[in-house]
């Protein structure tokens, strides 16, 4: 694990260390920020994994959320990150491997993480998820809902894969096909609000 987590986490160093960030939308994703609008409790513990820019955390502070905690295994993202939240202290920003990171959060934020991993780390994804969600925490975001043509990352899947993955950890409370995602990802992604048992 700790071979496979230098090896990622030199590839996503790199990336933003040559800008070569595709997946970035500069911009919150439209069906998290749907979602956040419709929060109310804004002392929520939130934890965003595989953090990038972090538009969404931007935006849970701008709406006046108070406990957020952003994690990213690269280092010179996690520098930068540092400086743009610096005088914040409503975000922990965490350098680190999500899959061994220990706390308790009530609800988890996905956006482009779960694809960005390899998918033979899904089963562990959900252990990990599991494991810091409180009981009745919420997993909340999109996942792609097809398969690429090319070698991720970005790796895709299919909604059954999903419902069988994440069925003995969590109760599905929404698992949809997203109608507002971002124009580049159209027809592409289910929107999820999953619930820990």
Same mark, same amino acid.
């Given at each position: 694990m700790n071979e496979d987590l230098n090896l990622d986490q030199n590839f996503w160093n790199e990336r933003?260390?040559?800008n070569e960030t595709g997946?970035? $939308?500069?911009?919150v994703s439209p069906p998290l920020k749907a979602y956040i609008d419709q929060l109310t409790n804004k002392n929520l513990r939130i934890l965003i994994p595989g953090c990038g820019n972090s538009y969404e955390a931007e935006y849970l502070l701008q709406n006046g959320f108070t406990d957020i905690t952003i994690i990213d295994i690269a280092p010179a993202l996690v520098n930068r990150l540092k400086s743009k939240f610096q005088s914040n202290r409503n975000v922990e920003i965490v350098l680190g491997?999500?899959?061994t990171h220990k706390a308790e959060y009530d609800l988890v934020l996905e956006q482009t993480f779960f694809c960005a991993i390899n998918?033979?780390?899904r089963k562990s994804y959900v252990e990990?998820?599991?494991g810091l969600l409180a009981v009745g925490g919420k997993l909340a975001g999109v996942l792609f809902?097809?398969?690429f043509e090319t070698l991720g990352p970005p790796f895709g899947g299919k909604s059954t894969e999903y419902q069988t $993955?994440?069925?003995d950890a969590f109760n599905f409370k929404t698992f949809e096909q997203c109608n507002n995602s971002f124009h580049k990802r159209a027809d592409s992604e289910l929107f999820?609000?999953?619930e820990k048992k």
């Open positions: 933003y260390l040559l997946w970035d $939308l500069a911009q491997n999500f899959f998918p033979e780390l990990a998820m599991a809902n097809k398969e $993955l994440f069925k999820v609000i999953l």
